[in-house]
């Protein structure tokens, strides 16, 4: 079982900057794919970015490159670093992990976060 706890979310003013991270609990956190995902109010849960076991990575087009994800094995955590930000990446942001490679919908991720809120005002 794998146990995800985000932070880093807050009020930021469109252009700014935000690292959201992500620390697990378990010994077998190195093989995980983690993956980030965005929820706004009304509207489905969407894929962010993901990062597998070796570090090989993806990314939505809304946010390619203006965020970067990125994992410290030894740390147990994986980080979002999102840069030049918009009021439309206003939302919950959640960190989910799954046992498999990268895939994009959060339906085929086994274990999330409680979520952190991220508010981009204009």
């Known amino acids: 079982q794998v146990q995800l706890v985000e932070s880093g979310g807050g009020l930021v003013q469109a252009g700014g900057s935000l690292r959201l991270s992500c620390a697990a609990s378990?010994?077998?956190?190195?093989?995980?794919?983690m993956g980030w995902f965005r929820q706004a109010p009304g509207k489905e849960r969407e894929f962010v970015a993901a990062?597998?076991?070796?570090?090989?990575?993806t990314y939505a087009d809304s946010v390619k490159g203006r965020v970067t994800i990125s994992r410290d094995n030894a740390k147990n955590t994986v980080y979002l670093q999102m840069n030049s930000l918009k009021p439309e990446d206003t939302a919950v942001y959640y960190c989910a992990a799954r046992g498999g490679g990268i895939v994009y919908s959060w339906r085929d991720y086994n274990h999330w976060g409680q979520g952190t809120q991220v508010t981009v005002s204009s």
């Open positions: 990062i597998n076991w070796s570090g090989g990575n």
């Open positions: 378990g010994r077998t956190f190195s093989s995980y794919t």
